[in-house]
Structures are given as structure tokens and as C-alpha cells.
T-cell receptor, first 114, second 112 residues
Framework: EPEVTQTPSHQVTQMGQEVILRCVPI?????FYWYRQILGQKVEFLVS????????KSEIFDDQFSVERPDGSNFTLKIRSTKLEDSAMYFC????????????FGSGTRLTVV | EDQVTQSPEALRLQEGESSSLNCSYT??????LFWYRQDPGKGPEFLFT???AGEEKEKERLKATLTKKESFLHITAPKPEDSATYLC?????????????FGAGTRLAVHP
């Protein structure tokens, strides 16, 4: 069964450092997303991406965040200057045009900012 | 404001003891309601999408139903491997086609 692959599974970084979280969505999907889940809290929408541009973003997704699809397979989330409160599980997801089968989520990257 | 509330927060069942999880939602027009299963340290795993009141979907021991205000996930004769957190999420007409709004989830533990 096709899956969304995220790397690394766990990243520890110092406050103020830049991090790039990587995702390989399902190959025939057209829509790509990032969500995050702070420990013990709800899963929260960050951003959606379609046709090489951001189609929607939440208030969480400020100037410190950016997304990119650098080639035909990868989808990345960059946090420019990490803060302690950025510590969370970050999930990449993708969907096809119909979204009939929902969104397929990856296993996540646990980001720890120290 | 669009909102999703799940109850109970946690549920402990004996193997074979059927029960239901509730998802109440307040949205300005429902585009779709999604149920996911999440295991510890993993991403949400898609279970069902429901689009209109009266709709029902089934998969193995799980059955999801939808009304205009809430959705239920019925678990029939659960097994220990059904233990997980079950998440409900909605897409609203005003919230944008791309955004899922999640509830806090129900942590289900099924004991032998």
C-alpha cells in the first residue's frame, strides 16, 4: 500500500537553529500538507500546497516557516529560527484530487528544540 | 468558529464489549467528516469519510454514522488490537477545502 515517508523520525536542534523536515508524498497525489501535534494536544493544520504554491495556511504558519517542493518527489518544511514552542510532532500528508480516501499521513518527525 | 469535540476522552473496554465514541461538531457548513486511528508515536491512519447526514460506513468491527450535529464510531466486539486513539476531523465550507479541524481524540484501551 502506498505510504507517505518522513525523515528524520526524530530531530533535536538548538533554539535559533534552522531545521528542514522532509517528506516524500504518495507519487500520484497532487495536494500536500503539513500538520503538527504538540504533546498531549490536538493535531493542528499548518499549510497546504498545490501546483507549486501555498493554497492555504494557518495563523501558526508565520514568516519563520516555509515549504518547498524542490523536485518531483520531495516536500519540505523549513523552520528558520526554531523556538522552544516549536517542539512537536510534525506530520506530512498528501491527497489525490477527489480526497475520497481522506488524507494519507506520514509517521511524523518528532522535533525537539533545546 | 468551527469546533470539534470528542467524548469520552478515554474509554476502557473488555474484549468483546461493544461501545460507541462520539464526535460533536459545530461548523458553518460541513464539507466532510473524517475518522482516523492513531497509534502512539505514529501518524493518523484514515478510516472513514462521511459527507451527509444519514450516511454510514463500515470496516471490520467499526461503523461510522453521521447526523447534522454529530458522528458516532461504533465498535462491535472489540479486540485488544483495536486499542488506539480515535480522531475525528471536519472540513467546513468556510474553513477552506484544504484544512482538517481535529478533535482531541478518544483513547481506547481494550483489555483481554
Amino acid at each position: 500500500e502506498p505510504e507517505v515517508t518522513q525523515t528524520p523520525s526524530h530531530q533535536v536542534t538548538q533554539m535559533g537553529q534552522e531545521v528542514i523536515l522532509r517528506c516524500v508524498p504518495i507519487s500520484n497525489h497532487l495536494y500536500f500538507y503539513w500538520y503538527r501535534q504538540i504533546l498531549g494536544q490536538k493535531v493542528e493544520f499548518l499549510v497546504s500546497f498545490y501546483n507549486n504554491e501555498i493554497s492555504e495556511k494557518s495563523e501558526i504558519f508565520d514568516d519563520q516557516f516555509s515549504v518547498e517542493r524542490p523536485d518531483g518527489s520531495n516536500f519540505t518544511l523549513k523552520i528558520r529560527s526554531t523556538k522552544l514552542e516549536d517542539s512537536a510532532m510534525y506530520f506530512c500528508a498528501s491527497s489525490d484530487r477527489d480526497r475520497a480516501y481522506g488524507y494519507t499521513f506520514g509517521s511524523g518527525t518528532r522535533l525537539t528544540v533545546v | 468558529e468551527d469546533q470539534v469535540t470528542q467524548s469520552p476522552e478515554a474509554l476502557r473496554l473488555q474484549e468483546g464489549e461493544s461501545s460507541s465514541l462520539n464526535c460533536s461538531y459545530t461548523v458553518s457548513g460541513l464539507r466532510g467528516l473524517f475518522w482516523y486511528r492513531q497509534d502512539p508515536g505514529k501518524g493518523p491512519e484514515f478510516l472513514f469519510t462521511l459527507y451527509s447526514a444519514g450516511e454510514e460506513k463500515e470496516k471490520e468491527r467499526l461503523k461510522a454514522t453521521l447526523t447534522k450535529k454529530e458522528s458516532f464510531l461504533h465498535i462491535t466486539a472489540p479486540k485488544p488490537e483495536d486499542s488506539a486513539t480515535y480522531l475525528c476531523a471536519v472540513q467546513s465550507l468556510s474553513g477552506g477545502y484544504n484544512k482538517l479541524i481535529f478533535g482531541a481524540g478518544t483513547r481506547l484501551a481494550v483489555h483481554p
